[in-house]
Structures are given as C-alpha cells and as structure tokens.
C-alpha cells in the first residue's frame, strides 16, 4: 500500500492590512486546486467585505496526521452574556480551574483588542504565551472527508452546519486532545456572531449563545494549561497535524445540570 501524503491548505485574507477571513484544513493531493478554489471564493464573498489580499499556503505534511475524534457538542440556552459567563464559571472551575484565572480570561477576553492567537493561562490566570500580543496559533487540523459529511448530518439536524460551528468544533477537538489543556473559552471575533463556547474533555464543546451583545467587534480564546512543557504544547498546537475522523454526538439545548452531571466519557 502506498503512503498517502497530505497537504495542509490554509488561506487568510484582508481588506487594507486588516484581517477578514481564514480557514484551513489537512487535505489529499488529488482535490488540492479544489479547495483553493473554494477558500478563494470564500475570501471574495465574505460578509465582512471583499479581501484585497488573500494568501494562501499549501504544504505538505511531512508527518502523518494523528486521528482524533471530535468532542461532543452541546448548546446551553444562556439568556444574555450574565448568565454564559455563570455556565463558564461553573464548568471550568469544575475541572479544577480557579474563579480568579476565568475572570482574568474574561478581562482580557474585554479589553478590546483581539489577538491573532490564544492566551494560555495557568489554572491560577498568570499567562504563559511567550508573546502576549499574538497568542499561540493553533494550526495544522481538518477532518476527513466521511467524517465531515457525518459533522455535516449531525449538525444539520440542529441547524448548525455552518463553517464557523464546524472549524471552532475541529479547533477544540485538536487543542483537548493535549493533555496539559484542562479547559478553553472562546468568543468570536465577529460583531454579529454572539454565540461562543467553553470546552473541556469532561464535558466536551458548549455552546454559550448571548454570550457577547451584538455589534462587539472583539472577541479571543483562552486556554487553561496544567504542569508540563509549555514549549511541547506550543509545538503540538502550531504543528502536530491532526484530522478528525470520528465525529462525536451533537446535542440540542441542554440545562448546565445536565452538562455538569453527565461528564462526557471520552
Ligand atoms: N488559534 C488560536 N486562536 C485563534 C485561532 C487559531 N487558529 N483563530 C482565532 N483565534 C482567536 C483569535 O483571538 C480570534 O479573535 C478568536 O480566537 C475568535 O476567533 O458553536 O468564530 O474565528 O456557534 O472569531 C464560536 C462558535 C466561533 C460557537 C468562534 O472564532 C458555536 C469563532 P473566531
Ligand atoms: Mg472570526
């Protein structure tokens, strides 16, 4: 049997210097000019404007991708950004994070300035990226063709086959694959996209819907680290390919009891 090589394909682009859309993913040689094609075409029809620069990188993986499956995805029907940072709280902290790292995170997350990669913070909130302004990049993930049509199926029966619910789930998944990730906490970029989530591998990807006002044109991630090597972790998120291959259960709207009590068995 012949290896299979893989590509990873990532594209950005932006209107004078000022970034509008990315997407990525690990693909097969075969479909290549495919994709770039698609990821272009993204760039030119994005909502919030047409790209006047648009860079695309193709490269061949050197590595194999380590298959992974996806978390399991809930939403929570939190009210207003109130109760989503409540539900945060909750399930972070359950996992051993302290109150005092997650309102730092959310400090942060409101300050106004949107970096271009995630915050790492202790489960103490001390931050431990080496620059502070970009954050760590997680690069280098995707989803095999079979497992994208199930992702596709599952969340289409909650209306949430959408790119930016798919890569956040692949995002996540990759990132609590490490071991030293305890939890995440993201909130979009996007002024019009108010939904963000909490991840851990207890309890998978939650959805937090309301949890920014509508029109806020900042948003960030954070990831909550344990004791290990912070540079190994560093090189797992930027660099270790890694593709989704099975797709775990979509949930509907759930109560945080239910979230809280039912840990998900990963
Ligand atoms: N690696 C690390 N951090 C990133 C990356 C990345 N590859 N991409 C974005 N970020 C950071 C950066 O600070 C962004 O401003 C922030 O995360 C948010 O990124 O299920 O769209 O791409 O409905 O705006 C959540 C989906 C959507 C919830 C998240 O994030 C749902 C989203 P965005
Ligand atoms: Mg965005």
Redesign the pocket.
Not at 4 to 11: A, E, V, Y
């Given at each position: 049997m012949s290896r299979k090589t893989w590509f990873s394909i990532r594209m950005r682009s932006a209107v004078s210097g000022v970034h509008i859309s990315?997407a990525?993913g690990i693909y097969d040689k075969n479909v290549i000019s495919n994709i770039v094609k698609e990821y272009t075409q993204r760039a030119l029809i994005h909502d919030r404007g047409t790209a006047d620069e648009i860079r695309l990188t193709i490269e061949e993986l050197k590595e194999k991708p380590k298959h992974i499956s996806s978390l399991p995805?809930y939403?929570l029907n939190t009210r207003n950004p109130e109760t989503a940072k409540k539900a945060a709280l909750e399930i972070l902290t359950s996992v051993g994070i302290t109150e005092r790292a997650i309102e730092e995170a959310f400090k942060a997350l409101d300050i106004g300035f949107?970096?271009?990669?995630?915050m790492l913070m202790n489960i103490e909130g001390v931050r431990l990226e080496p620059d502070l302004l970009r954050?760590?990049?997680?690069?280098r993930m995707g989803i095999t063709d079979e497992a994208a049509k199930d992702l596709a199926s599952k969340l289409g029966r909650l209306g949430?086959n959408n790119n930016?619910?798919k890569?956040?789930?692949i995002?996540a998944s990759k990132v609590h694959k490490f071991r030293m990730v305890l939890g995440e906490i993201?909130?979009?970029?996007?002024p019009k996209?108010t939904?963000?989530?909490v991840a851990t591998r207890a309890h998978g990807?939650i959805?937090l819907p309301r949890i920014k006002k509508r029109g806020v044109p900042?948003?960030?991630?954070a990831f909550f680290i344990t004791g290990g090597e912070v540079k190994d972790l560093i090189k797992y998120?930027q660099r270790t390919p890694v593709l989704i291959r099975t797709v775990k259960p979509c949930i509907g709207t759930l109560k945080l009891k239910d979230i809280l009590e039912h840990k998900a068995s990963r």
């Amino acid at each position: 049997m012949s290896r299979k090589t893989w590509f990873s394909i990532r594209m950005r682009s932006a209107v004078s210097g000022v970034h509008i859309s990315g997407a990525e993913g690990i693909y097969d040689k075969n479909v290549i000019s495919n994709i770039v094609k698609e990821y272009t075409q993204r760039a030119l029809i994005h909502d919030r404007g047409t790209a006047d620069e648009i860079r695309l990188t193709i490269e061949e993986l050197k590595e194999k991708p380590k298959h992974i499956s996806s978390l399991p995805l809930y939403t929570l029907n939190t009210r207003n950004p109130e109760t989503a940072k409540k539900a945060a709280l909750e399930i972070l902290t359950s996992v051993g994070i302290t109150e005092r790292a997650i309102e730092e995170a959310f400090k942060a997350l409101d300050i106004g300035f949107t970096m271009r990669g995630a915050m790492l913070m202790n489960i103490e909130g001390v931050r431990l990226e080496p620059d502070l302004l970009r954050g760590i990049r997680v690069t280098r993930m995707g989803i095999t063709d079979e497992a994208a049509k199930d992702l596709a199926s599952k969340l289409g029966r909650l209306g949430l086959n959408n790119n930016t619910v798919k890569e956040a789930l692949i995002l996540a998944s990759k990132v609590h694959k490490f071991r030293m990730v305890l939890g995440e906490i993201c909130i979009s970029d996007d002024p019009k996209y108010t939904t963000g989530y909490v991840a851990t591998r207890a309890h998978g990807y939650i959805r937090l819907p309301r949890i920014k006002k509508r029109g806020v044109p900042y948003g960030g991630r954070a990831f909550f680290i344990t004791g290990g090597e912070v540079k190994d972790l560093i090189k797992y998120l930027q660099r270790t390919p890694v593709l989704i291959r099975t797709v775990k259960p979509c949930i509907g709207t759930l109560k945080l009891k239910d979230i809280l009590e039912h840990k998900a068995s990963r």
